[in-house]
């Protein structure tokens, strides 16, 4: 579709060519953070947008990499932030994605250790998924002395606050066992926060355990097709030509969208910049090719006009 308007490589589209788009895609995939909504801000417009989207029969889901809370709490926080179209059911997030596959991919058959949010273990045990508890080894445990979980199949990785070099023990002892699966939600190495700041993601705490383990984590969240996979199984006839990716971040959402053969948008209300686009569109290695947009615009509010447009065709 991207060549059909004849401005494929990280252009800024605007109006028409936004409506062009509104018309020809079925299926709009968002990412939430530096896209929707920046914490508990919602992106100025963005509401509006999802709404309209919903009420004109297109097909919303949102894939975010975030693994901290359940989905029940998403549709909260979409109800809270004027987002009042937004069923459960849209919401595909690393954490839901994760229970999925160790449920119905790999049936896994024991415990699963994990290193992650308490919103990651309500995931997997809503989905019938039983987790190693969390034990209180007591202040002077160590790997030396501390009780390993018996019967523990697979350890999954996620954004982890409370993370203990103990905990970090425990999964590289558990990832000695050849059998057992290393998974993790997401590979994002950071988040950025106000101030200039910025918070380790799970991508960094997934490093330290394939480093500590010797083994490569299969990675569930995106970039990876497993969270297109889990929409296509729960959504009947999605096709890729008929579906835009939307996101901020490079080398997460523009690379998920390439990964699964959609168009992709990059909105520079997040990560990523138009300049770090043109940067991937003009390298030589042609693996960087895989992080350029197909259209970009400033904010998702970019949508509103050619909304209009189409309720002033329609009256």
Same mark, same amino acid.
């Given at each position: 579709?991207?060549?059909?308007?004849?401005?494929?490589?990280?252009?800024?589209?605007?109006?028409?060519?936004? !409506?062009? +788009? *509104? @018309? %020809?895609?079925?299926?709009?995939?968002?990412?939430? =953070?530096?896209?929707?909504?920046?914490?508990?801000?919602?992106?100025?417009?963005?509401?509006?947008?999802?709404?309209?989207?919903?009420?004109?029969?297109?097909?919303?889901?949102?894939?975010?990499?975030?693994?901290?809370?359940?989905?029940?709490?998403?549709?909260?926080?979409?109800?809270?932030?004027?987002?009042?179209?937004?069923?459960?059911?849209?919401?595909?997030?690393?954490?839901?994605?994760?229970?999925?596959?160790?449920?119905?991919?790999?049936?896994?058959?024991?415990?699963?250790?994990?290193?992650?949010?308490?919103?990651?273990? !309500?995931? +997997? *045990? @809503? %989905?019938?998924?039983?987790?190693?508890?969390?034990? =209180?080894?007591?202040?002077?445990?160590?790997?030396?002395?501390?009780?390993?979980?018996?019967?523990?199949?697979?350890?999954?990785?996620?954004?982890?606050?409370?993370?203990?070099?103990?905990?970090?023990?425990?999964?590289?002892?558990?990832?000695?066992?050849?059998?057992?699966?290393?998974?993790?939600?997401?590979?994002?190495?950071?988040?950025?926060?106000?101030?200039?700041?910025?918070?380790?993601?799970?991508?960094?705490?997934?490093?330290?355990?394939?480093?500590?383990?010797?083994?490569?984590?299969?990675?569930?969240?995106?970039?990876? !097709?497993?969270?297109? @996979?889990?929409?296509?199984?729960?959504?009947?006839?999605? =096709?890729?030509?008929?579906?835009?990716?939307?996101?901020?971040?490079?080398?997460?959402?523009?690379?998920?969208?390439?990964?699964?053969?959609?168009?992709?948008?990059?909105?520079?209300?997040?990560?990523?910049?138009?300049?770090?686009?043109?940067?991937?569109?003009?390298?030589?290695?042609?693996?960087?090719?895989?992080?350029?947009?197909?259209?970009?615009?400033?904010?998702?509010?970019?949508?509103?006009?050619?909304?209009?447009?189409?309720?002033?065709?329609?009256?």
């Amino acid at each position: 579709m991207a060549g059909a308007f004849g401005f494929k490589g990280c252009q800024k589209i605007r109006g028409p060519q936004i !409506r062009g +788009l *509104l @018309e %020809a895609k079925d299926f709009f995939l968002f990412d939430c =953070d530096g896209v929707i909504w920046h914490g508990e801000n919602a992106i100025t417009g963005a509401a509006k947008v999802v709404n309209s989207l919903i009420r004109h029969g297109k097909n919303v889901v949102f894939v975010t990499n975030n693994c901290t809370r359940p989905r029940e709490n998403y549709v909260h926080k979409f109800s809270r932030l004027g987002f009042t179209d937004v069923m459960l059911d849209q919401i595909f997030s690393s954490s839901y994605c994760s229970a999925l596959y160790l449920r119905d991919v790999v049936q896994v058959r024991g415990q699963v250790f994990v290193m992650g949010c308490e919103g990651l273990r !309500r995931e +997997l *045990l @809503e %989905a019938g998924v039983p987790c190693v508890e969390e034990a =209180d080894d007591g202040p002077d445990a160590t790997i030396y002395n501390c009780t390993l979980a018996p019967d523990v199949k697979a350890v999954l990785v996620g954004h982890d606050d409370k993370l203990t070099f103990l905990k970090l023990a425990k999964a590289s002892c558990y990832l000695r066992d050849p059998e057992c699966l290393f998974l993790a939600t997401d590979n994002d190495p950071w988040h950025p926060l106000s101030g200039g700041r910025i918070l380790p993601g799970s991508g960094s705490l997934t490093a330290a355990l394939e480093v500590a383990s010797g083994r490569k984590a299969t990675v569930i969240g995106k970039p990876s !097709r497993f969270m297109f @996979e889990c929409i296509s199984s729960q959504f009947r006839g999605v =096709d890729p030509a008929q579906c835009l990716m939307v996101g901020d971040r490079l080398e997460t959402d523009m690379l998920f969208g390439s990964n699964c053969g959609l168009d992709t948008m990059l909105t520079l209300t997040g990560v990523s910049q138009l300049e770090e686009a043109q940067e991937y569109r003009n390298s030589d290695l042609t693996t960087n090719h895989s992080f350029v947009p197909d259209y970009v615009v400033d904010t998702i509010a970019d949508f509103l006009p050619a909304f209009e447009e189409l309720e002033e065709q329609n009256d």
